[in-house]
């Protein structure tokens, strides 16, 4: 299993392939996202790792390095424990004095929205090959979102697009 490979083929195939999110084609063809494998087994040393890669995004030139994805693949396989941690990795932006300069975005292989069933298509939105949490710059979430015009109707587009797709279309991005 290579995990980074796995999560690099998500990146280019889902998130920029379908366009789930409009801001990530540039940082990646400008090479600007740190990608990092955590060799962590249990939250306490997946939270070591996240918060020295807090740290170094916060302290990282932006030309050089926009945003990080940390790839997790031995710990919190089990979603509602990912989630769960999701507020120990808030706090830990709280406590490093980084909350309103960086933020953390999930993804999971089983991941759910509220109100949803396990099978619906639209979880693919935040569905990734493996645990991963996704450091980014507050401004720059804030320029990306300026720069386009219907930015608050991302959520809904990707939802029709996944609709769209369908399960089988969704699994044929994936075929190597």
């Known amino acids: 299993m290579d995990a980074i490979a796995d999560t690099r083929h998500w990146l280019e195939a889902a998130v920029i392939g379908l366009n789930l999110c409009p801001f990530a084609r540039a940082v990646h063809a400008n090479g600007q996202i740190r990608w990092v494998l955590s060799d962590a087994r249990d939250p306490a040393a997946l939270l070591a790792d996240l918060v020295h890669e807090l740290q170094l ?17 031995q710990v919190l396989g089990d979603f509602l424990d990912f989630n769960d941690f999701l507020d120990v990795a808030d706090a830990a932006l ?9 933020q953390i975005a999930s993804f ?37 979102v300026a720069s386009v015009p219907d930015a608050a109707d991302i959520y809904e587009r990707n939802m029709q697009t996944l609709q769209r797709l369908g399960p089988a279309g969704w699994q044929a991005l994936f075929k190597r």
């Open 57 to 73: 995004l916060a302290a990282a030139d932006a030309q050089e390095v926009e945003t990080t994805l940390l790839v997790h693949p």
């Open 94 to 102: 709280v406590d490093l004095g980084l909350d309103g300069t960086l």
């Open 108 to 144: 999971h292989p089983q991941y759910q929205f509220a109100d949803s069933q396990p099978d619906d298509i639209t979880n693919q939105t935040n569905r990734s090959p493996h645990p991963t949490l996704h450091l980014l710059r507050e401004a720059s979430i804030e320029r990306a």
